[in-house]
Nanobody, 122 residues
Framework: QVLLQESGGGSVQAGGSLRLSCATV????????MGWYRQAPGKEREEVASIYRGTNTQYYADSVKGRFTVSQDKVKNTLYLQMDSLQPEDTGMYYC???????????????WGQGTQVTVSS
């Protein structure tokens, strides 16, 4: 069982920054693979950024490369997403996701947070 809690969402103007956090409130696993997804109104949920522990690689969606940075406190199993140069198209509900290892793009996530809203105005 894994319980995740996101925080840090809000409303900003285009060009602004936000930092999202995902705390592992409860976990039966000592190690977690974690990532960020987002869902814009009327669109499907998409993967934004993930950290693949074990291979020490990161994934970023093309739309956020160079603007977003994902990081993880491995001891606390806390995930962060630094979002810079935000654009209106970044608006959406941002979700934290987790799974026990193995980590990697071919593995889906099993556990999800409730989400935190990010709104970027032009």
């Amino acid at each position: 069982q894994v319980l995740l809690q996101e925080s840090g969402g809000g409303s900003v103007q285009a060009g602004g920054s936000l930092r999202l956090s995902c705390a592992t409130v409860e976990s039966t696993y000592r190690t977690l693979c974690m990532g960020w997804y987002r869902q814009a109104p009327g669109k499907e949920r998409e993967e934004v950024a993930s950290i693949y522990r074990g291979t020490n690689t990161q994934y970023y969606a093309d739309s956020v490369k160079g603007r977003f940075t994902v990081s993880q406190d491995k001891v606390k199993n806390t995930l962060y997403l630094q979002m810079d140069s935000l654009q209106p198209e970044d608006t959406g509900m941002y979700y934290c996701a987790a799974r026990p290892p193995p980590c990697g793009p071919s593995y889906g996530y099993q556990f999800w947070g409730q989400g935190t809203q990010v709104t970027v105005s032009s």
